[in-house]
């Protein structure tokens, strides 16, 4: 698959906060034999993160965008907004799996907005900000993106066992 990853943070696009999440988004995909083709910090601006997610879609033609940080409850969060005005269709699956397994940890899982969706052939999905929250839902929802981008793919086939 090829990979873009989206750091939403204010702090870390003016170089006050290193990325840790970005990185551990990086890590896991190449683990898996992903090859990240983007990878980008940028402020918590809607039409900023909207536009950049355009590009990656429409020109880039990436088959999974990942987004860390700007899912929560601050005013400057708004990753999730600019998400649902660039996808044509919305997969709650993969936020409903992260959150009920992150319930499990931390009844502040509720407090979170993310969304993902599908925009074209590619799949968004909106992950925490936090590095420890990124691991654990990225691992909840890591077995399932291959079989999703194949079906956006139209290589995928029937999804039922026997």
């Known amino acids: 698959m090829r990979v873009a990853i989206l750091t939403v943070s204010d702090k870390g696009s003016r170089g006050e906060r290193v990325d840790e999440s970005g990185k551990i988004i990086k890590e896991m995909m190449e683990k898996e034999g992903n090859e990240v083709v983007f990878y980008q910090v940028i402020p918590d601006e809607k039409r900023l993160i909207a536009k950049d997610l355009r590009i990656l879609v429409d020109n880039e033609k990436v088959d999974l965008i990942l987004t860390t ?94």
């Open 69 to 162: 940080g700007g899912t929560g409850f601050s005013l400057r969060d708004v990753t999730p907004e600019a998400t649902l005005s660039v996808i044509d269709k919305v997969v709650p699956g993969f936020t409903e799996a992260m959150r009920a397994e992150s319930l499990k940890i931390t009844p502040n899982a509720m407090l979170s907005r993310a969304v993902s969706g599908i925009r074209g052939k590619t799949l968004i999905i909106n992950l925490p900000g936090s590095p420890k929250a990124v691991r654990e839902c990225l691992e909840v929802v890591l077995p399932a993106i291959p079989h999703g981008i194949k079906i956006l793919r139209g290589e995928g086939g029937e999804c039922a066992t026997k």
